[in-house]
T-cell receptor
Framework: SQQGEEDPQALSIQEGENATMNCSYK?????LQWYRQNSGRGLVHLIL?????REKHSGRLRVTLDTSKKSSSLLITASRAADTASYFCATAPWNSGGSNYKLTFGKGTLLTVNP | EAQVTQNPRYLITVTGKKLTVTCSQN?????MSWYRQDPGLGLRQIYYSMNVEVTDKGDVPEGYKVSRKEKRNFPLILESPSPNQTSLYFCASSAGGIPYEQYFGPGTRLTVT
């Protein structure tokens, strides 16, 4: 099963509004990453948050991480039509034997920003 | 320009005909990985490599092979492709042995008839 699961599956908002996407995961992590994908193209890395961090900012992006709830959220403020894309979270797990080198993606949230 | 390249970008082939999708990166990255993307399933990791000659299975390795003889190259081999391997394939790389920020290639759309 997927390690990361995004919620909602689809989100439609108006330009200027904020968009919030959530990601839940199941096992302990080394880090959690968010990516954006424009239709059928390669993914673009947005932000990485480590397991010992709680919040990170990058421009209009804000990511939070709650390891006790095994969840993360991505907030895009003042959205633009150009933000229309699919957004994925990805987790690099940490196991009891040391670090794990897999990277597991969720199924994504499709964000549509209407002009 | 820092980039990950994949070839071919599009491929239509028949069941059982061996094929190789090449992946190359020019950033001297240790970590490289292959993913497949299917509608409704997101991205699933096929194989990854932490460095030269070090590879391991991802979540969906069946039917695929990889090799890492040089740091920059990480080809994906389908020895006997089947229709269920029809998919969009992405190669990615990152610095360090643990998966950090991944740089993705443009994708290879494979159709197996």
């Amino acid at each position: 099963s997927q390690q990361g699961e995004e919620d909602p599956q689809a989100l439609s908002i108006q330009e200027g509004e904020n968009a919030t996407m959530n990601c839940s995961y199941k096992t302990s992590i080394n880090n959690l990453q968010w990516y954006r994908q424009n239709s059928g193209r390669g993914l673009v890395h947005l932000i990485l948050i480590r397991s010992n961090e709680r919040e990170k900012h990058s421009g209009r992006l804000r990511v939070t991480l709650d390891t006790s709830k095994k969840s993360s959220s991505l907030l895009i403020t003042a959205s633009r039509a150009a933000d229309t894309a699919s957004y994925f979270c990805a987790t690099a797990p940490w196991n009891s034997g040391g670090s794990n080198y897999k990277l597991t993606f969720g199924k994504g949230t499709l964000l549509t920003v209407n002009p | 320009e820092a980039q990950v390249t994949q070839n071919p970008r599009y491929l239509i082939t028949v069941t059982g005909k061996k094929l190789t999708v090449t992946c190359s990166q020019n950033m001297n990255h240790e970590y490289m990985s292959w993913y497949r993307q299917d509608p409704g399933l997101g991205l699933r990791q096929i194989y990854y490599s932490m460095n030269v000659e070090v590879t391991d299975k991802g979540d969906v390795p069946e039917g695929y092979k990889v090799s890492r003889k040089e740091k920059r190259n990480f080809p994906l081999i389908l020895e006997s492709p089947s229709p269920n391997q029809t998919s969009l394939y992405f190669c990615a790389s990152s610095a360090g042995g643990i998966p950090y920020e991944q740089y993705f290639g443009p994708g290879t759309r494979l159709t197996v008839t």
